[in-house]
């Protein structure tokens, strides 16, 4: 390697020596203009470009350009400002980017709608992620006592029942709808409805049971209670309203992060 294939900026008194063919990746950026010289705005004194930048969200931009991916402490909160130095040196890929991630990054909003009525209790929750409602979806399981055969023939011994696994009900993609516990009758001793939640293995008809549960749920998933309040005059149902900021997700790539960052992997270059 010779010295015409480095360059060294100089970002708001940081340095930074690399490949020529790094900061030119993005050929039609104002990034590669600046180190080739189309940019008369920008000249090079005593070996070094001097770009008057923040220095500290430059090394996060050249750490993307090295690796096709971005990778932020957990605790970096500066998406905007950093989204601000793309569009300086018209980094089209990671402004696009983090324009998707901030809009990721809004909360998602849970509303668990629980209503208990004599022996039974019934349950909607909605979620403003569509995503989230089917991944809890997924995980609850409506038990349905079912007589047997010999039950419904006249034996007369004590009638056997089977439970009958059935998923929650969908009315929407953004919703989900079950209840438990049984109506109360002695003839209907075998439509008992029972609540499992993975990875819970119980199986619960008592719906303050399942209610608790369900919440356990939400809070080990990061939503956290934001309010309480009644829908409406003549709904006797409780409404409990949960919200999780959304961490940012691993797209794509074959590197396994650190816990302690951020991982986003670039879309293909322009």
Avoid: W
Avoid at 49 to 54: A, G, K, Q, T
Avoid at 209 to 235: C, Q, Y
């Amino acid at each position: 390697m010779n010295s015409e294939d480095l360059v060294t900026l100089n970002v708001g008194g940081k340095l930074f020596t690399t490949r020529l063919s790094t900061l030119k990746q993005f050929p039609t950026s104002r990034l590669a203009g600046i180190v080739d010289g189309r940019d008369p705005e920008f000249k090079t004194v005593n070996g070094q470009i001097f770009v008057d930048r923040d220095g500290a969200l430059f090394s996060f931009i050249l750490d993307f350009l090295r690796n096709h991916e971005l990778l932020l402490p957990s605790d970096f909160s500066d998406y905007l400002r950093l989204q601000r130095e793309a569009l300086f040196y018209e980094l089209d890929s990671l402004v696009e980017l983090l324009s998707q991630h901030l809009l990721q990054s809004r909360p998602a909003l849970m509303e668990v709608h629980f209503l208990s009525r004599n022996t039974q209790a019934f349950f909607r929750v909605f979620g403003s992620c569509s995503k989230t409602i089917e991944l809890l979806a997924r995980r609850i399981t409506v038990f349905v006592e079912q007589p047997t055969a010999l039950a419904r023939s006249g034996n007369p011994f004590p009638p056997q029942v089977t439970l009958l696994p059935l998923p929650p009900q969908r009315p929407s993609h953004h919703d989900l709808v079950f209840h438990c516990g049984s109506d109360g009758t002695i003839e209907n001793h075998a439509g008992v409805r029972y609540i499992s939640i993975k990875p819970d293995n119980r199986k619960l008809a008592n719906g303050t049971n399942v209610f608790g549960l369900l919440i356990d749920t939400l809070l080990k998933e990061g939503f956290h209670l934001v309010s309480t309040r009644t829908p409406a005059s003549g709904d006797k149902s409780e409404c409990y309203v949960f919200e999780r900021i959304k961490s940012l997700q691993v797209l794509g790539g074959n590197k396994t992060p650190n816990p302690e960052n951020t991982t986003i992997s670039a879309p293909s270059q322009k």
